[in-house]
């Protein structure tokens, strides 16, 4: 029996249990350290001391990075190991990766990040993957069943800044005990992943190259030996940064990677439509997929303030006193992840509702509605950023209403743009495409990073003008979306 076949949560196939539950101790891992990271880097007497543009590069680079690997990730999965495969490895190396984070040094904490990078990489594109391919390519459950998963998705990120940042903050505790929590959420995720591993079926199971065919055989051997190399030379740089011998400028490698992984983008979508032996309706789902990718890289560069800027934000110039008890700054991220958790439901049966009437948005105006809310977050940012500048401390509420709008955006493209990938791709790219989509999110990330750099603390009275740009450039690019929603809806065909 297939796993699409198999009876499942609320007319969902079972296999959705299996990912959504391994997904949410991933997110619980990520998200937990996430909270830390910054908050780790700037700090100066048990941290390592940055200032905030550097911290904050590194911050972009990092995140960026998770998301960058995403391709080449989907490509291994796609050729050599299979989905499901690639998911159980790269959750090993997350797990690796966090517990050396907790070892108190420098060099291996740059190490463990490396091997976060390397293991999210592999798990995150293929576990979306293997979502899609539970459903067929037109079911009417499809987008809601992506809209259930991302709620495992912040069921993770809400428990684990709650844990990681109590355990991180504390004095008593203190950062490497929050990176171990991290660990121990995603050792349970790989223990729930190989107990129900069998609800998947062949969803994700197989990769194209089959070692049974003598010819595929030795392509695999070759590729193989080609990801050695590779895995070799960034191992070879990851020791020379981490002992010193080499180094880096945190603040420009972000500007020219930023630049670089946009020439990557476009050549890899001119590659796709010249020389991807795509047919016109393929060639048409492509275009779609590219100004998607636009309208995602804007979205996250304003959303991904929460780690960085919005998280200094938190421990500097928010009165977080309730009685006697100081809030941890990290314990704001869990805004996001519960706003999910409450709207999601409700978001997932409004598109249904709206399909069955046949009056649900395309794609590409959702992808204006979610644009023009996380504008509308960022416009009340702009008060309490006027409250810092005169010298008072903002309360709470203003981060929470932050949060709200930035959550009902994210719900209107963040899944959308999930499912919208796994429809628009071509068959034989799928993993490919799916890293692609992260790319967006990588370059995102990166100008979140250099944004936030420009929210330092010696330059308060700057605070207002930089939020108005962000406001600016989401609601600019929401409105456009919205004038092209039909054209580009004419591309995306019967996947639209």
Request: contains cysteine; charged residues 15%.
């Amino acid at each position: 029996m297939s796993a699409s076949a198999l009876p499942g949560l609320g007319g969902h196939p079972a296999g959705l249990r299996t990912l959504f539950f391994t997904e949410l101790w991933e997110r619980f891992s990520y998200y937990g350290m996430r909270a830390l990271l910054v908050l780790f880097l700037v700090d100066a007497s048990s941290g390592m001391g940055m200032d905030d543009q550097t911290a904050t590069a590194i911050y972009g680079l990092y995140t960026a990075a998770v998301y960058i690997v995403a391709l080449p990730g989907g490509w291994i999965a796609d050729r050599l190991l299979g989905a499901q495969r690639a998911i159980w490895l790269g959750g090993i190396i997350i797990a690796i990766g966090h517990f050396t984070l907790a070892l108190p040094a420098t060099a291996t904490f740059f190490m463990g990040l490396l091997c976060i990078v390397a293991g999210t990489g592999l798990l995150k594109p293929n576990i979306s993957l293997v979502v899609g391919e539970l459903y067929a390519r037109n079911d009417p459950r499809r987008d809601a069943g992506f809209t259930l998963f991302y709620m495992g998705i912040n069921l993770g990120a809400a428990m684990g800044p709650l844990i990681c940042s109590t355990l991180g903050e504390s004095r008593r505790f203190g950062w490497h005990y929050g990176f171990a929590a991290a660990g121990v959420g995603m050792v349970i995720g790989l223990i729930w992943f190989r107990l129900t591993r069998h609800q998947l079926g062949s969803a994700g199971l197989h990769p194209s190259l089959d070692a049974a065919d003598p010819l595929q055989a030795a392509e695999r051997r070759r590729l193989w030996r080609r990801v050695g190399i590779g895995l070799a030379l960034v191992l070879l740089l990851a020791v020379l940064v981490g002992s010193g011998r080499l180094a880096i400028a945190p603040v420009a490698l972000a500007r020219n990677s930023a630049w670089g992984i946009g020439v990557l983008a476009i050549g890899y979508f001119g590659w796709l439509l010249l020389a991807g032996r795509l047919d016109a309706s393929e060639k048409k789902r492509v275009l779609a997929l590219a100004f998607l990718f636009l309208g995602s890289a804007v979205f996250w560069s304003g959303f991904e303030q929460a780690g960085s800027s919005l998280n200094l934000f938190a421990d500097r110039y928010t009165d977080r006193l309730l009685g006697g008890f100081e809030i941890p700054a990290g314990w704001f991220q869990v805004l996001n992840p519960i706003f999910i958790i409450t709207l999601a439901p409700l978001y997932a049966a409004l598109w249904v509702g709206l399909a069955r009437r046949h009056l649900n948005p395309s794609t590409p105006a959702k992808f204006g509605l979610g644009l023009l809310l996380l504008a509308a977050g960022f416009t009340v940012m702009l008060g309490a950023a006027s409250l810092v500048a005169s010298g008072d401390k903002a309360l709470p509420t203003w981060l929470l209403f932050t949060y709200l709008f930035h959550t009902m955006g994210e719900l209107a493209l963040s899944p959308v743009g999930l499912s919208a990938t796994t429809r628009l791709a071509p068959r034989r790219y799928a993993g490919q495409m799916m890293g692609l989509w992260f790319l967006a999110t990588a370059v995102g990330n990166l100008i979140a990073g250099l944004l936030a750099g420009q929210f330092r603390d010696d330059a308060l009275a700057d605070m207002p003008g930089l939020y108005t740009q962000i406001v600016l450039m989401a609601a600019g690019t929401g409105l456009l979306f919205l004038a092209l929603r039909r054209p580009v809806r004419r591309l995306m065909g019967d996947a639209g």
